[in-house]
């Protein structure tokens, strides 16, 4: 009987506790349920200090967040950055543009290169200097027929004479372009002005030969070598002030007030160098070359000396060139002087002896 009774009010107490907390519960979920009227008393609402701090990390997220930007996507960004830019198109180079002058490498159309030996130059007047130094000259063998022409146009000069002369090389000069066209330029103008003074009813007979070739002559040069001609390089003449030949080779003949001195024959050439010049300037190793030169004479005056008045019934006037008697009194050559150097166009050089 007892122990029944123990159990009546252990379950007593367990409903009683079961019911206890249910009220427990609902009580505080509707103090938290429960809204605060505008109406009521401040006092009276119990201090809502966990909802403060809830509000205020909230607002503080909200804060943050309106700070940084909002994220999007890289490769929506790229393709946003690609579909603002706008393509510019290239500026067209042309070769007349300043920037081609400053670019630090040539470019093909600023090559020059040199058809002999391929070297490559930046500029034609470099092109110009190696070809008139590099190029100038090539030696005729035995078996060019060039070579016994000259020869015996050379050789010719001498006949009669005590001294013989024996020839050791012959060179062919490769005058560049431009010097060429410097030489063409002056005899079409003797040919045009001969033209037109004939037009006009004037020249004469010595007019005529000017119109068709500008009276153009073969003639001889004597001048001095102090270098071995050729040998430098292959084909190439010395850069020394005193060697007149390898001057004359690489920019022709200078203008001189007195005028240019070519002669009819090599033996005059030869005559009108001093006979000791060799052993004055020893020292030097001085030798003679002859040079074989195209000269256009044009209308020739004669020297007054020995003028006989026929020049006058001509048209007398207007002269090109001067000839007169050999300053080495040869009665047999011819000295010519012309007053411009595009008269004259050295052809070859010979290098000789005399015994």
Known sequence: MATTVRSLLNTLLLLLLHLGCFFCSSHQSHTKK????????????????????????????????????PTINEEQHLQQQQQSIVPIPP???????????????????????????GEVF???????????????????SDSDSGMNIVRIIFQSGWRGRDMTPAVHRIFKIHNNPKTLARFEEYRDSIRSKAA?????????RRNERCAADGNERLRFHCSTLICSLGEAAAGGVC???????????????????D?????????????????????EFGF??????????????????????????????????????????????LKEDEELFVFSPRAVLPCFVITYGVS
């Open 34 to 69: 429960r809204k605060i009227s505008p109406i009521s008393s401040p006092s009276h609402s119990p201090p809502p200090s966990k909802s403060h701090k809830t509000l205020s990390l909230s607002n503080l997220k909200r804060l943050l967040s309106l700070t940084k930007p």
């Open 91 to 117: 500026k067209p180079i042309f070769q007349s543009d300043p920037l081609i002058k400053n670019l630090s490498f040539p470019s093909r159309l600023d090559i020059f290169p040199c058809n002999l030996c």
């Open 122 to 140: 930046i500029k034609p007047h470099l092109l110009d200097h190696h070809v008139s130094t590099r190029h100038a000259l090539s030696e005729l």
């Open 196 to 204: 037109r003074a004939a037009a006009g009813g004037g020249g004469g």
């Open 239 to 257: 850069g020394g002030q005193f060697c007149s030949t390898c001057g004359i080779v690489r920019g022709g003949f200078s203008p001189k007030m």
């Open 259 to 279: 005028g240019i001195a070519t002669h009819s024959t090599s033996w005059g050439a030869h005559a009108s160098l001093p006979a000791d010049l060799e052993e």
């Open 284 to 329: 030097l190793h001085v030798r003679r070359a002859m040079l074989v030169c195209r000269v256009v004479a044009g209308r020739v005056a004669p020297d007054p000396m020995m003028d006989d008045g026929s020049s006058d019934k001509e048209g007398g006037g207007g002269y090109d060139s001067v000839v007169g008697r050999s300053r080495a009194g």
